[in-house]
């Protein structure tokens, strides 16, 4: 099973650019997520999803916007992007009632 | 509004040494308690959690302390190793309350460096 997979692993985007970060988990899992990780911040949620169709706002969810259109496909999108937005994007996943969440490997994205 | 407050952000501690990870939270609602544990390029990844219940949980050389009445929860790692050098995030949540759909609250995470 590969897990949580992100794509694309890097980018860099000029400022105003849009552009989607795409996760696909195969576990089957219904609750899906969106952090995003900066220096001495810790992880901050954007978005979640608790199932297909279904999405909702997280801490930090300005500048932002998700879909969930299929169950294993989590899709976070920029619309206009801005320096602020500079990090490292996280995926996760749990299943429903479960406590562990499942990280891909990251999207770090550089806006300049 | 930080909910979970992790200390200290950066730790060296040498071989078999016992690094200590301290985090306090502030919502009594919460009924998980994770730490993750994260590698250089690498996503965070579970490495023990506990629910308020419990007073110490061990897995291995890992062990949470867990204080109700202060809301506080501490990582401790026995005997630790160059490989146990990693980020370690303490986090809080309604898993065990079935409530785990809207996410985790993470602290600001904590460098350990294991000096060999």
């Known amino acids: 099973n590969a897990g949580v997979t992100q794509t694309p692993k890097f980018r860099v985007l000029k400022t105003g650019q849009s552009m989607t970060l795409l996760c696909a988990q195969d576990?089957?899992?219904?609750?899906m997520y969106w952090y995003r990780q900066d220096p001495g911040m810790g992880l901050r949620l954007i978005h979640y999803?608790?199932?297909?169709?279904?999405?909702a706002k997280g801490e930090v969810p300005d500048g932002y916007n998700v879909s969930r259109l299929k169950k294993q496909n989590f899709l976070l999108g920029l619309e206009s992007a801005a320096p602020s937005q500079t990090s490292v994007y996280f995926c996760a996943s749990m299943l429903t009632g479960g406590t562990e969440a499942f990280f891909g490997q990251g999207t770090r994205l550089t806006v300049v | 509004q930080q909910q979970v407050k992790q200390s200290p952000q950066s730790l060296i501690v040498q071989k078999g040494g016992i690094p200590i990870i301290n985090c306090a939270y502030e919502n009594t609602a919460f009924d998980y308690f994770p730490w993750y544990q994260q590698f250089p390029g690498k996503g965070p990844a579970l490495l023990i959690a506990i629910r308020p219940d419990v007073s110490e949980k061990k897995e291995g050389r890992f062990t949470i302390s867990f204080n109700k009445s202060a809301k506080q929860f501490s990582l401790h790692i026995m005997d630790s190793q160059p490989g146990d050098s990693a980020t370690y995030f303490c986090a809080a949540g309604h898993g065990y309350s079935g409530g785990g759909a809207d996410g985790l609250t993470f602290g600001k995470g904590t460098h350990l460096i294991i000096q060999p």
């Open positions: 576990m089957n899992h219904e609750y």
């Open positions: 999803s608790v199932g297909e169709g279904t999405t």
